[in-house]
């Protein structure tokens, strides 16, 4: 028995038009599921009280940048990826230096940039030196010898009788940091990932409804 194969035009056309339709349902799977699980991730960080701005950091990019493919993947990521690893992952933070962390209460007040201010920014801009309290019990601290102005922060004093001045805890001391896990990445993505082959299915029968007959 001799047997052939006859690969007509049509046949060929088809073929082609079912990989083309592959193409499109498996970038088309990427592209959405790139964006549902930065929406995810951008959720959950706003929902953890973390800032608007810090789950904008939140981005992802499909590949091939142009056109479709049927190896196309996503990439989700944070611009900020110490911080949001930080949250994600509940480290326990010590000071390099084997020394203590400095927490600033409130009324140190905040960085130039808005961010956590540290004791050698706060002397500069402050122009008070910040003397070393030992608490056998509970933090240790950097206080002022000072003031609270009407915006519970500590400044100098202006008093010449010494009236209004105060010793104001600027820093809490402690030797490490359990920082809480208020973030779970890894749960949304796996959901995403575990969507991926619905998703492509569904795209190539919907590429396939639309194709010409």
């Known amino acids: 028995m001799k047997l ?3 690969i007509t ?22 592209r959405e599921t790139g964006t549902d699980l930065k929406s995810a991730w951008r959720g959950q960080i706003t929902q953890a009280g973390l800032g608007r701005r810090l789950a904008n950091s939140i981005r992802s ?33 010590r000071s390099k230096d084997g020394f203590w962390l400095a927490i600033p209460t409130a009324a140190a007040g905040k ?28 933090p240790s601290l950097l206080v002022a010898d000072g003031r609270l102005n009407s915006r519970g922060l ?26 809480s896990k208020r973030l779970d990445l890894a749960r949304d993505a796996e959901r995403a990932q575990a969507a991926v082959p619905g998703m492509i299915v569904a795209n190539w029968v919907e590429g396939r409804v639309s194709m010409p007959s």
């Open 111 to 138: 960085g130039l940039k808005g961010g956590r201010i540290t004791p050698g920014e706060w002397e500069r801009r402050r122009g008070l030196r910040l003397r070393f309290v030992y608490r056998r019990r509970g």
């Open 154 to 179: 500590g400044v100098a004093s202006r008093s010449k009788t010494g009236r209004g001045k105060a010793t104001v805890p600027i820093f809490l001391l402690v030797p490490q940091v359990k920082l």
């Open 61 to 93: 990019q499909t590949y091939p940048k142009a056109g479709e493919s049927l190896k196309a993947s996503a990439l989700v990521w944070s611009k900020a990826p110490v911080i949001v690893g930080a949250h994600d992952t509940g480290p326990l933070i």
């Open 9 to 30: 035009p049509h046949l060929v056309a088809v073929m082609a038009a079912e990989i083309k339709a592959g193409e499109k349902a498996v970038s088309a799977a990427m």
């Open 4 to 6: 052939g194969l006859d």
